[in-house]
């Protein structure tokens, strides 16, 4: 497997705004591997001084959209991942794999709405959305993770996977496929799939009634994904076929998996009553592999809610959620 390996360790904020950054101008290594023909972008972070000591992996799914990894402006670099990993890195290397055929590093004055990479007609990029799918990911992860597990500070005595949003699912299936995953952290995911946290959140909007009918007309949309499921036509953003492989129930490759599991979701979020039927029918089934850790109050991405519904983005808890995966890890 043909491979480039750079290795330069720097930490910075923006020092000379306009010069090409790289991702080791803010501490990462940055590694490229071939799949299936594709060049893939990997970032790996590492406590400063301990980039050499054999450690763990720990591989970090990240969720929708063609964003590049590092997004950065005069201010500085947006973050690469949604928490702080110094706690993880503390016994882990951590490793996230950029979005196909989507730049690795962008000013966020070229970016679009969500930070998202379009190409020069506004839409996503056709090699993304060819690529965009639950199964290219899960395969090409896989082959990341045998490529990293040769690299001699890599140690192979466990090896953790974890996801939040979309990135859950990739985690999941990949756990299910890939044996060799040993723990695995389900953060902010829909165990019944993608297409039920869509209905859910269209059932939820206040002007949802028998003239809109935004829940009935997310299951006439999903009825059509299904009539159609290998269309690959992305002018509305994800293809049929990448909305058909996200709806499947991922509850099935979690309830098979004997690793110990972490499950963690805000109970505010569209997708908890899914993860709340998931923890009682673990009880009733009397499984004694999982986790399951709540975020009183929080929605999809941890921030409490405002008396109005919306999220109170001053009250920051991602890394109070990195800091209990790491007491979780320290303990299974």
Not at 40 to 69: R, T, V, Y
Not at 183 to 191: A, C, K, Q
Not at 264 to 290: H, M, Q
Request: charged fraction near 25%; glycine fraction near 6%; charge should be positive.
């Amino acid at each position: 497997m043909k491979t480039i390996l750079t290795i330069i360790f720097l930490l910075s904020t923006i020092s000379s705004f306009g010069q090409n950054k790289k991702p080791e101008d803010y501490g990462f290594r940055h590694l490229q591997t071939i799949y299936k023909g594709d060049t893939i972008d990997i970032l790996i972070k590492s406590k400063k001084g301990e980039e050499q000591k054999a450690k763990p992996l720990l591989l970090f799914c990240q969720g929708s959209l063609p964003q590049p990894l590092i997004k950065f402006d005069e201010q500085g670099i947006y973050g690469v991942f949604p928490f702080n990993p110094d706690s993880l890195t503390i016994d882990y290397h951590i490793a996230i794999v950029s979005k196909p055929f989507i730049p690795l590093i962008r000013e966020k004055k070229l970016l679009g709405k969500n930070f998202t990479f379009t190409d020069s007609t506004g839409n996503y990029p056709k090699k993304y959305s060819e690529r965009n799918l639950l199964d290219y990911y899960v395969s090409r992860n896989v082959e990341v993770i045998k490529f990293l597990q040769k690299q001699t500070w890599i140690s192979k005595n466990r090896l953790v996977v974890a996801g939040h949003s979309e990135g859950s699912t990739i985690a999941a299936k990949l756990a299910f496929l890939f044996t060799k995953v040993t723990h695995l952290i389900y953060s902010g995911g829909n165990p019944m799939g993608r297409i039920m946290s869509v209905i859910g959140q269209n059932r939820a909007i206040e002007t949802d009634t028998d003239s809109t009918k935004y829940g009935e007309e997310s299951i006439k949309y999903w009825k059509s994904i299904v009539g159609n499921k290998t269309d690959m036509n992305a002018s509305n953003g994800d293809t049929n076929r990448a909305t058909y492989e996200f709806s499947n129930p991922p509850l099935d490759y979690l309830e098979n998996l004997k690793i110990p599991i972490l499950i963690c979701y805000g109970t505010k979020d569209w997708s908890a009553p899914f993860n709340d039927y998931l923890r009682v029918d673990v009880i009733r089934k009397e499984k004694d592999n999982f986790t399951f850790k709540t975020y009183i109050g929080t929605d999809h991405n941890y921030f409490p809610l405002l008396p109005d519904g919306k999220p109170n983005f001053e009250i920051f808890n991602w890394d109070k959620v990195a800091n209990d995966w790491q007491k979780w890890l320290k303990h299974n």
